[in-house]
């Protein structure tokens, strides 16, 4: 048996059973792909399901608003993959009559859609012959074929196409595919893979070097910016002072609270003496709450995130503050920590 045989018996043995396997719809099958770049499978199931349930075709996306879509998903991080989901599905809507493309050539066109989700959704949905290369495939193939270059290096990224390209199985690339992928997740995993019951470790460099936790190589280019936020939660009783961002930072458009960002995390009492903070809030400024949240993790971004909550005071409103009624705001789409934050606290 070659490569991709072995790998697909093992598949067939082991696979598990999860709802876009069972189909062969394109606009299901790019549901749970975006959703699944966010996210492991099980965090994602739930996103999936109320995404299908909310939207079972294309055409109902489509309609949707975006602050609807953003509301359902809340908590998967990287707003924009939303809201490209939104761009795409009314290009779907309008250029392609509400049916979901298939072919590679023209899903490669589409808002937020690239080689990888283009060749998912084009092999699993009308088994065109495109070879998927995602984190599981990288690390696959790296091991078992000793490729040391960086799987983000330019270089790097030509190297495995082409040889993930080589071990596709033209007769059933969408099998083929998802074997790679799911020996990839279950058993060739980032740690500890399991190489004792592995059927194809008689071949592979990893094993047979004991080169397993050493590959894939990845070039650490990302620089981790600190931030420090401190957020003034101000209620009026029936209404939150919130804050509308604006498009060039994190959490674009989105709402969050009144915020002072400083470059370190400051002791309560020089952050309510900052000129900024008495600007708005004044020089006597009446706290009834102080909460620290330690760390927020974003993939470039690490937010030290402070809530402070104010008593009844007279307040200056900044240009982008507004006050939002405590029903609307729980159903607005809101920066998970924002979210959790405001849950407990009119809970
Ligand atoms: Fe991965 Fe180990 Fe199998 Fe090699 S032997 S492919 S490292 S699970």
Redo the contacts with the bound molecule.
């Keep these: 048996m070659n490569f991709s045989d072995e790998l697909v018996q093992w598949y067939n043995e082991n696979k598990r059973d999860l709802p876009w396997r069972n189909t062969t719809d394109a606009y299901i099958i790019w549901l749970s792909e975006v959703i699944l770049q966010q996210t492991r499978v099980e965090q994602g199931l739930p996103y999936f399901y109320r995404f299908l349930e909310n939207y079972p075709d294309v055409t109902r996306f489509a309609n949707a608003s975006e602050d609807e879509i953003l509301k359902l998903w809340q908590g998967l991080g990287y707003y924009s993959r939303g809201r490209n989901m939104l761009k795409t599905a009314r290009i779907v809507q309008e250029h392609f009559n509400g049916k979901f493309p298939q072919a590679y050539d023209q899903l490669i066109k589409l808002k937020g859609i690239g080689e990888y989700t283009a060749a998912a959704i084009a092999s699993f949905s009308a088994n065109e012959a495109k070879a998927v290369v995602d984190g599981n495939v990288y ?2 193939i790296a ?2 074929f000793g490729i040391s270059e960086p799987i983000n290096s330019t270089a790097g990224k030509k190297i495995f196409q082409a040889t993930a390209n080589d071990l596709l199985n033209k007769k059933m690339p969408a099998v083929h595919n998802q074997a790679m992928m799911e ?2 997740a279950m ?3 980032p740690k500890n ?3 004792g019951t ?4 008689e071949g ?4 047979i070097n004991n080169a ?1 936790a050493a ?1 894939p190589v990845k070039l650490n280019k990302v620089k981790i910016r600190e931030r420090f936020f401190n957020y003034f939660l101000y209620t009026d009783g029936g209404s939150i002072l919130m804050n509308k961002r604006d498009e060039s930072d994190i959490w674009a458009n989105m709402y969050d609270l009144p915020l002072i960002e400083t470059s370190s995390l400051l002791p309560l009492d020089e952050l309510l003496a900052l000129p900024e903070t008495a600007a708005y809030f004044g020089n006597s400024l009446k706290i009834s709450g102080n909460v620290m949240v330690k760390k927020h993790l974003l993939t470039h971004q690490h937010l030290h995130v402070r809530f402070i909550t104010l008593s009844q005071q007279p307040i200056k409103i900044k240009e982008g503050w507004v006050f939002i009624k405590v029903e609307k705001a729980k159903k607005t789409a809101l920066p998970k920590v924002i979210f959790i934050f405001l849950d407990n606290f009119l809970n």
């Design positions: 690390r696959v091991r078992y020996f990839g058993l060739c995993k893979p399991a190489c592995c059927p194809v470790k592979c460099y990893a094993f397993a590959l």
